[in-house]
């Protein structure tokens, strides 16, 4: 079993929709939880960084962590043709100088004009 | 801020020979830089860990000797590809954490990443 689940998809929604991508764990030793988005050939970009659970929203993003459940989850809210890309989440735990963190597989989303 | 560049974006070279990619934090020092390889349609693969002044870390499975890695100063890391072949060919993304970041010191920011291809 891999340390961090996600769903590889492809995920296909029309233009203005709300998209929900999630993510699950099993290292209760995770504290801190990132999102990220590659476009194609690009390195990843980070989007959203959560410390311990709760909600956090900024703009048309939303991250949420459920630590009793393992569960991350990311919700775009109205959806546009240039969030299509690939969605990574990402995770560490405390300790240890290099603080490396842990990648879903990634989720590709293809949001329709 | 927290922008970190990498350079060349891509590169081509024959096999037998050596490719340097650079990795730069441009407004920011940062201690550990690190190295991921990225196959097509696949995720991150963490290669090593960087660490300013000290050898790098090396995850199970990559070749040192191989790969070499220079992390000379707070803000630039060097991946050396030595005697590259064609299975060497990748996406090499570096990343770096930005301690000074209130409340985002685990956070990594990447570059943009190095296409290699060996012929």
């Known amino acids: 079993q891999k340390e961090v689940e996600q769903d590889p998809g492809p995920l296909s929604v029309p233009e203005g929709a709300i998209v929900s991508l999630n993510c699950t764990y099993s290292n209760s030793a995770f504290q801190y939880f990132m999102w990220y988005r590659q476009y194609s050939r690009k390195g990843p970009e980070l989007l959203m960084y959560t410390y311990s659970s709760g909600n956090k929203e900024d703009g048309r993003f939303t991250a949420q962590v459920d630590k009793s459940s393992k569960y991350i989850s990311l919700f775009i809210r109205d959806s546009q043709p240039s969030d299509s890309a690939t969605y990574l989440c990402?995770?560490?735990?405390?300790?240890?100088?290099?603080?490396?963190?842990?990648f879903g597989s990634g989720t590709q989303l293809t949001v329709l004009p | 801020g927290a922008v970190v560049s990498q350079h060349p974006s891509w590169v081509i070279c024959k096999s037998g020979t050596s490719v340097k990619i650079e990795c730069r934090s441009l407004d920011f020092q940062a201690t550990t830089m690190f190295w991921y390889r990225q196959f097509p349609k696949q995720s991150l693969m963490l290669m090593a860990t960087s660490n300013e002044g000290s050898k790098a870390t090396y995850e199970q499975g990559v070749e040192k000797d191989k790969f070499l890695i220079n992390h000379a100063s707070l803000t630039l890391s060097t991946l050396t590809v030595t005697s590259a072949h064609p299975e060497d060919s990748s996406f090499y993304i570096c990343?770096?954490?930005?301690?000074?970041?209130?409340?985002?010191?685990?956070?990594?920011?990447f570059g943009p990443g190095t296409r290699l291809l060996v012929l």
């Open positions: 990343s770096a954490r930005d301690l000074g970041a209130a409340g985002r010191g685990e956070t990594q920011y």
């Open positions: 990402a995770m560490s735990a405390l300790g240890g100088s290099a603080r490396q963190l842990t």
